[in-house]
């Protein structure tokens, strides 16, 4: 939404271009006390009189003004409400067309793959987008898959809806016949449908591609419906600064307040969406109508004061407009557009796209390590950043581009006149250089990152919410490859997020069933290579469709989708119900960055040593070197608590990152696991051995244990038993093994050397 300068009045008021005569109106200034005290009393009894006359016209007047000014924001009320539910329509049109003009789609409904069509066009709908129910229909309308409210239920549930639905189904069949392009062809509109209001979107399932071929009349069609009585008003209502928003069906009395009626096509008026209206004049009114009463019974100072008083008030709800305008747009914190000024301006410069005028990129940004600053500085101090990157944001940018808070710590910038691919990578290289530098925060300096993704229109798409999910796609690429990255969209990307996606929802399925999940244990032996000391646990999953998926690709997808904590868990409960079963004197698990940076990440250990019964002594915790190095204060104070009840704490992959003594002196780590290439170096060469004979000697000074990993041949056995290493782990001495074969390890390693080659 472009703004326009606005006009000043005379005496220093604006004037909105546009606005209703209430704003622009500024009572006239009437004479002093001064003047009339020279008036004789015959004169100041008439002046008196006639004041007191005028009194009623100004009273009515004002009435009038506030009576406008509420049925002008009654107006406006109404005209957000009806282009939100509009918007609405549309959205799960888009949101549905996304799913059904695709291959896969037209050749899973034909094969009648439940699965897929599970995935795809029931549960994921409502999971993602919060449909509440999808159905599939054949050609000749019999329904061949059904979900409601999250689940697939049997096809045959569709029958209590179809007798609303239908005849939306034979409108959208004859749009197909009658398309140049049956993908865009689509029915929206309200229905009431099992006595509920709802949107209802139909859209025909067709391939994307010329590889398929197909006759209109054998279309399969998908039906999604969204109820307007669920969790979708409350939800429009706060976007839009509506209160207590509700619907009344036909035939029930209307409520006090304001309404906007729902239609339908077929079925008429369905009913009334109904809320709270705000009466700013009202409110006025009630606060100037006393004064204004005792006008009537004071001198003639004071009703001109009432007057100036009142005019005051007019200005004040002129302002107060103005504020909730603003407040409708503009983020309350950083005073940034907000989603809904965003996606004005978006729309804007896609419209000037689609004309061949614009060429624009859309850059999606989110900062990193932005919950280390609310969590060690509080949230004032998280607030206060978010206002300074705004400012930093703003500064960057040219004046013709759009830099808008979207919520919590992600901002987009709408770019314009973008002549290449390299434009927006400059522009985002900017951002992320300013967003590095240090922030100020009440006395603390902090320091945080950003990660940005790019798409671009028309290059990637015409369509503005189409674009900016592909922003939010690249911007997910960024993040899952590191921190401080941009990544521009790539048509790949939608592939690599649907199959993360798919992975995702089978591992909360197995996390909550258990099935495929499995520990594998590496056996530690002490450098006698017969004596054993303890097992690491290893992460194992036998998907049922991917088969054995890497740990390190799974932990990655885990820790994305905000499944570490619960990965975790499930890994650290297990080992330690096998450690406890076979009598492993140790047991070695391995805890992820996600884990170490929450906060309650020391209690959660020790109410899992708690619920199995394991002594803490008999608990190792491996924590990666880079992880110690990006840590901060809470993580100490984590793991210093942990040591105090007895975990023991290794640092993994020792010598492979930047470790310095301050780290070790800071976070007083138990063992040092040296990093397996090393090992494998062993004798290779005069810097390797040198190194680890340094590693060697710093543990010992420091009175920590050295753990040596990847032991793979005799030769490096002997090495590293005249090195002075207590503790040994390779495929020399022996593999993962699963629980059961660990049990018998454990029974028979005193007896004798249990190395394998």
């Known amino acids: 939404m472009e703004q326009r300068q606005d006009p000043e009045t005379p005496d220093g008021g604006v004037v909105q271009q546009g606005a209703d005569p209430v704003e622009a109106y500024s009572p006239k200034g009437i004479s002093g006390l001064s003047k009339v005290h020279t008036f004789s009393r015959q004169i100041w009894v008439t002046v008196i009189a006639t004041i007191l006359l005028a009194i009623v016209p100004v009273l009515f007047i004002g009435a009038w003004a506030m009576s406008e000014v509420d049925a002008l924001a009654e107006v406006r009320e109404q005209t957000l409400l009806a282009r939100a539910l509009e918007d609405e329509k549309a959205q799960i049109a888009q949101e549905q067309q996304s799913v059904t ?125 969204r109820y307007l009585d669920s969790d979708l008003l409350p939800r429009i209502g706060k976007r839009n600064l509506i209160h207590k ?53 004071v001198l003639l100072g004071l009703i001109a004061w009432l007057i100036g008083n009142l005019r005051g008030a007019i200005r004040e709800v002129h302002e107060s407009r103005i504020e909730i305008q603003h407040l409708a747009f503009h983020d309350t914190l950083t005073g940034l557009p907000n989603r809904n000024l965003f996606n004005d301006r978006l729309g804007q410069a896609i419209a000037e796209v689609r004309r061949g005028r614009n060429r624009v990129a ?109 922003a939010d796609i690249a911007l997910y690429q960024a993040k899952s490859g590191g921190k401080g990255r941009l990544c521009v969209f790539e048509d790949s ?43 690491e646990a290893l992460f194992r999953w036998n998907h049922p469709l991917h088969g054995e998926l890497p740990p390190q690709v799974l932990i990655g997808i885990a820790e994305e989708r905000g499944l570490g904590g619960e990965l975790g868990a499930w890994i650290l409960r297990d080992a330690c119900r096998t450690a406890l079963a076979t009598a492993l004197p140790l047991v070695s698990v391995n805890v992820s960055p996600q884990q170490c940076a929450d906060p309650d990440f020391a209690d959660a250990v020790l109410g899992i040593l708690a619920e199995v019964g394991l002594p803490a002594r008999r608990l190792q915790l491996e924590i990666a070197e880079n992880t110690l190095i990006e840590a901060d204060d809470m993580v100490a104070a984590a793991i210093s608590r942990l040591r105090g009840e007895g975990v023991s704490i290794a640092l993994d992959e020792f010598g492979a990152g930047y470790s310095l003594l301050r780290y070790l002196h800071r976070f007083r780590v138990d063992r040092i696991k040296i990093d397996r290439t090393f090992i494998q170096n062993m004798g290779a060469g005069r810097d390797n051995d040198a190194m680890m004979r340094v590693m060697f000697d710093l543990a010992d000074a420091l009175g920590i244990e050295v753990v040596a990993e990847g032991v793979e041949t005799d030769g490096q056995w002997q090495m590293l038993a005249q090195l002075g290493s207590p503790d040994l782990q390779g495929f020399f001495f022996s593999r993962p093994v699963d629980a059961a074969e660990l049990a018998r390890i454990v029974q028979r390693a005193p007896g004798g050397a249990i190395r394998r080659a």
């Open 362 to 470: 859309l850059l999606y940004i989110d900062l990193d390590r932005f919950k280390n600053v609310n969590d060690t500085l509080g949230h004032p101090a998280g607030d206060e950043l978010i206002r300074q990157v705004a400012e930093r944001l703003a500064a960057v940018v040219r004046e013709t581009d759009t830099v808008a808070r979207l919520g919590g710590d992600e901002f987009v910038v709408i770019q314009t006149g973008v002549k290449s691919r390299r434009d927006p990578e400059i522009l985002a290289e900017r951002i992320m250089e300013t967003i590095q530098k240090p922030f100020l925060l009440h006395a603390d300096q902090a320091f945080v990152g950003s990660s940005i993704g790019i798409a671009l229109a028309p290059d990637s798409t015409r369509d503005g919410r189409e674009l900016l999910r592909m």
């Open 101 to 225: 003009v695709w291959d896969d789609a037209y050749l899973a409904t034909r094969r009648d793959d439940q699965i897929w069509m599970e995935e795809n066009l029931g549960v994921w709908l409502h999971d993602f987008y919060g449909h509440d129910q999808a159905f599939v229909l054949d050609a000749v309308d019999e329904p061949v898959h059904a979900m409601i409210d999250g689940k697939t239920v049997p096809p045959r549930t569709f029958n209590a809806e179809k007798g609303e639905i239908l005849p939306l189904v034979r409108d959208l069949r004859n749009e197909v016949a009658e398309a140049d392009d049956p993908g865009e062809a689509g029915v929206v509109n309200f229905l009431r449908v099992a006595g509920h209001p709802a949107i209802v979107s139909i859209r025909a399932i067709v391939p994307d591609t010329d590889r398929l071929s197909y006759e209109p009349e054998d279309v399969y069609v998908h039906v999604v419906l």
């Open 493 to 535: 990307f939608d592939d690599i997020v649907r199959r993360k996606r798919s992975v995702e929802r089978d591992l909360r399925t197995a996390l909550h069933g258990g099935q495929g999940l499995a520990l594998l244990y590496q056996p530690l032996f002490a450098t006698d290579g017969v004596t054993l000391r303890g097992a």
């Open 245 to 297: 928003l509700g619907f009344v069906t036909k035939g029930q009395p209307l409520p006090k307040g304001a309404w906007l009626p729902v239609t339908s096509e077929q079925q008429g008026v369905l009913g009334h969406v109904v809320w709270e209206r705000e009466r700013p004049g009202l409110a006025v009114m009630r606060r100037v109508a006393p004064g204004t009463m005792a006008a009537a019974l």
